[in-house]
């Protein structure tokens, strides 16, 4: 904001530069440049600059990046310099449940906004909620409740469940869980794996086919999903036990990577890029033509991070206080559908979608098989309102 820049100085940029408009925003862009989710964290890169780009506002945004290296304490330092050091407005990005975690009580002291742009921990938009957290991508149980109760329908009795050993892992299966037995049905095992260090899913695999489950359900991201996915592939296993999980198993992102072994895994998740709405064509259309690839979840998170910090300062807010607390009242209707910010809780209200992953010609597409419209977590131990 200019206020960290005296009048007299704007007065002394504005007359000697006259071209590069000054830039009326800082925001330190924490997110993961290398590490198991580098990938992720350059497509929510990619997503934010559009979003700036489209609405003609790139100059007025300063970006500063910091790596957090998907390392929780490599999080909390960074956090710290962008805040200290960099004097930013707001922080924008974070990955990994984890290094969320791990930031969520120097953000709430420090008073500076944060604008969730991936990373699900059900705590930070549930007991350990702050007014300067606002997350606009999903929340670990938002994604995977709805699926415990498609999954029953389908007449699915028995699962096994396997999961990166980490914060996101264990909520992802836990929501999971809760709904599946909910609907009626049973765990009947239950696996993590050492988050980022698996190579060999296949002692894993083994156990879980010997269990005889009329099927598995997973989280996994980034690398680790092209692996697994892979690996279950070549097990052979999709004839007697079908693959079901977390929505980012199968990302647009890396799908590819996969190959064959991810046709018919069925997955939910809040965005899709084969979404047929005006709004999503016309993103999926733009953003092609910018970095000529289909856009994935991330792309989106990344864009609508963008969408709602403009929305805030539009509004008029500006500084760290007013920003954080207009950043929940922004809402609108883009890629992923209707997206509105709960007041109670600060976690975004979106639908679900359930997903299988198919093929188109050589290529592999997703085709949306349910939808949980309006899906809302429970204040969970937030008490915003
Ligand atoms: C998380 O750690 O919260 C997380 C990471 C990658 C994903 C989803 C969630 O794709």
Redesign the pocket.
Same mark, same amino acid.
């Given at each position: 904001m200019k206020k960290y820049i005296s009048g007299l100085a704007v007065a002394a940029a504005l007359t000697t530069i006259s071209t590069a408009a000054l830039a009326e925003t800082t925001v330190g862009l924490l997110l993961p440049k290398s590490g198991v +989710?580098a990938a992720?964290g350059n497509e929510i890169d990619d997503g934010f600059v559009f979003a700036l780009e489209e609405a003609g506002r790139a100059d007025d945004i300063k970006i500063v990046r910091e790596d957090t290296e998907v390392k929780p304490p490599v999080g909390l330092a960074k956090a710290r310099k962008l805040v200290l050091q960099d004097e930013v407005d707001v922080i924008v990005g974070v #990955?990994?449940? &984890? #290094?969320?975690g791990a930031m969520r009580d120097f953000i709430h002291e420090a008073e500076v906004p944060l604008i969730v742009s991936?990373? &699900?921990?059900d705590a930070a938009t549930g007991a350990a909620c702050s007014p300067y957290i606002t997350r606009v991508? +999903?929340s670990?149980g938002q #994604?995977n409740r709805p699926m415990g109760q498609w999954m029953h329908d389908q007449g699915i009795q028995k699962v096994y469940t396997l999961a990166s050993d /980490?914060?996101? &892992?264990h909520?992802?299966i836990d929501n999971f869980t809760a709904a599946f037995t909910e609907a009626g049905g049973e765990i009947i095992g239950s696996e993590y794996t050492p988050f980022g260090q698996t190579k060999d899913f296949g002692p894993y695999l083994t156990n879980a086919r010997a269990a005889n489950p009329d099927a598995i359900f997973v +989280?996994y991201? &980034?690398g680790e999903?092209i692996s697994f996915v892979k690996q279950y592939g070549s097990f052979g296993m999709a004839a007697d036990v079908p693959l079901f999980g977390?929505g +980012?198993l199968t990302?647009p992102l890396y799908v590819a990577a996969e190959g064959d072994a991810a046709v018919g895994v069925k997955t939910s998740l809040h965005y899709v890029p084969t979404l047929d709405t005006p709004e999503n064509n016309a993103f999926v259309a733009a953003f092609k033509e910018r970095f000529g690839r289909t856009p994935s979840? /991330?792309a989106v998170q990344g864009y609508d991070s963008a969408r709602v910090l403009l929305g805030a300062l539009d509004s008029g807010a500006t500084d760290r206080k007013s920003i954080a607390a207009a950043l929940p009242k922004v809402s609108y209707t883009g890629p992923r559908g209707p997206l509105e910010i709960d007041p109670a809780t600060n976690n975004v209200v979106q639908n679900i979608y359930i997903y299988e992953t198919v093929k188109d010609g050589d290529a592999l597409t997703q085709k949306v098989v349910g939808v949980v419209e309006g899906v809302r977590d429970a204040p969970n131990g937030c008490a915003l309102q």
């Open positions: +989710f992720l #990955v990994s449940s &984890g #290094v969320l991936n990373a &699900g921990n991508s +999903f670990n #994604v /980490y914060a996101a &892992g909520q992802m +989280f991201a &980034g999903a977390s +980012f990302s979840e /991330y």
